[in-house]
């Protein structure tokens, strides 16, 4: 599962709007290639119940940057690594990991009593977004794609429209680092997983190291 935690503020030609609030056509900021136009915002809710089932499926919490909020997505999201030793081990200075590898999901209690609605937003191609001061992916379609499946039934039993037809994403904005990769990165800088990410302010490594 991947997405974002509703609530969660992202950054687009107008200033921070909430995730939940963007629509098709609504620019957002990307890391490659400036202000980028939404196609479709969808949304995954997730009951009480089943996160009481799932712990897994519980958002992972990362720590705030920059005086933004914590950022809270789900566990297969992607979230953008940089420095030497992201290029050290696949030698590039860029990479997508996974939330879930970086900290483990936070099954607080706040969750469990209240569920949570993941957020996707799709945009033309795969891009790094700009969302509580992080960068991470926006979503990226794939073959039998589950979001846009389930978005396809809840549309069909609810007699509403079908979206437009979306095109399969060829490939991620960045190389997407392994689970053994995401290890060997975080063994080499020998500390927390928070103090990687990459910030749209420009903080130097060293930094972040303070931090």
Known sequence: MTGFASGQRIETDQGLVPVEALRPGMMVRTLHNGFCAVKAVLSTPISQAALAMSPDKCPVTLPAVCGFRPLSVAGDHHMML???????????????????????PDPIQDWFQTGVTYVHIILENHQILCVEGQWSGSHFITVDDEVLLDDAWARVNRNL???????????????????????????????????????????TDAQRLQA
């Open 161 to 203: 429209p079908a979206l437009p037809e979306f095109e399969l994403h060829s490939s991620t904005a960045l190389m997407c680092l392994s689970a053994f990769e995401t290890k060997a990165v975080l063994n080499y800088l020998g500390r927390s997983p928070a103090q990687v990410f990459v910030d749209p302010v420009g903080h």
């Open 82 to 104: 940089e420095g030497w030793a992201v290029e050290l081990i696949v030698g590039q200075s860029e990479g997508l990991a996974r939330a879930r590898r970086l900290q483990d």
